[in-house]
T-cell receptor, first 111, second 117 residues
């Protein structure tokens, strides 16, 4: 059974700081890994999707990497802003097209 | 373009009462998902539809939960009777098609928050 772990559970940083969120998974037989953002009381917004054959994806100030063999991914956020405050969720899609989510990292960026 | 639309956004019911959630996916999206999200947890899949066929309902508690996707578009999720432990957020998501070359991007609705008293 696939298990996804996210570290840290919560992170508080001052505005402008670069930061890294970590995600690990137990079964490397995945189709892709996705990072989502969830604002309080809202649904999930897809940020980045890394296919199993890829090593990283970038979108603006966000960069996600994937090391499938070691079961790890990182989400790098450059020059953080207060508007980046949210919960960030990592999810892996397995061979049955099922997304398994971690519990998320609650990020607070202080002005 | 409207995203995934869910209703109601909030529902408070007494235990043992029924409740129905409705989801309208993005037009043209063949795959529809219902997820359950408990407080402080990641979403967990309840059921996945490909068009009108439920292709993965292994996580759906079938004694009290049922779902439909009529005509392969809108979907409903019904709980009857509701229990205290069912209090959670029920998320609907859709995608073009699962298995689309490993690039299956899901779009989520805002969710339906259920409180069972």
């Amino acid at each position: 059974k696939q298990e996804v772990t996210q570290i840290p559970a919560a992170l508080s940083v001052p505005e402008g700081e670069n930061l890294v969120l970590n995600c690990s998974f137990t079964d490397s037989a995945i189709y892709n890994l996705q990072w989502f953002r969830q604002d309080p009381g809202k649904g999930l917004t897809s940020l980045l999707l890394i296919q199993s054959s890829q090593r990283e994806q970038t979108s603006g100030r966000l960069n996600a990497s994937l090391d499938k063999s070691s079961g790890r991914s990182t989400l790098y956020i450059a020059a953080s802003q207060p508007g980046d405050s949210a919960t960030y969720l990592c999810a892996v899609e397995g061979s049955n097209y099922k997304l398994t989510f971690g519990k998320g990292t609650l990020l607070t960026v202080n002005p | 373009e409207a995203g995934v639309v869910q209703s109601p956004r909030y529902k408070i019911i007494e235990k043992k009462q029924p409740v129905v959630f409705w989801c309208n996916p993005i037009s043209g999206h063949n795959t529809l998902y219902w997820y359950l999200q408990n407080l402080g947890q990641g979403p967990e899949l309840l059921i996945r539809y490909e068009n009108e066929e439920a292709v993965d309902d292994s996580q759906l508690p079938k004694d009290r939960f049922s779902a439909e996707r009529l005509k392969g578009v809108d979907s409903t999720l019904k709980i009857q009777p509701a229990e205290l432990g069912d209090s959670a957020v029920y998320l609907c998501a859709s995608s073009l098609s699962a298995g689309s070359s490993g690039a299956n991007v899901l779009t989520f609705g805002a969710g339906s928050r259920l409180t069972v008293l």
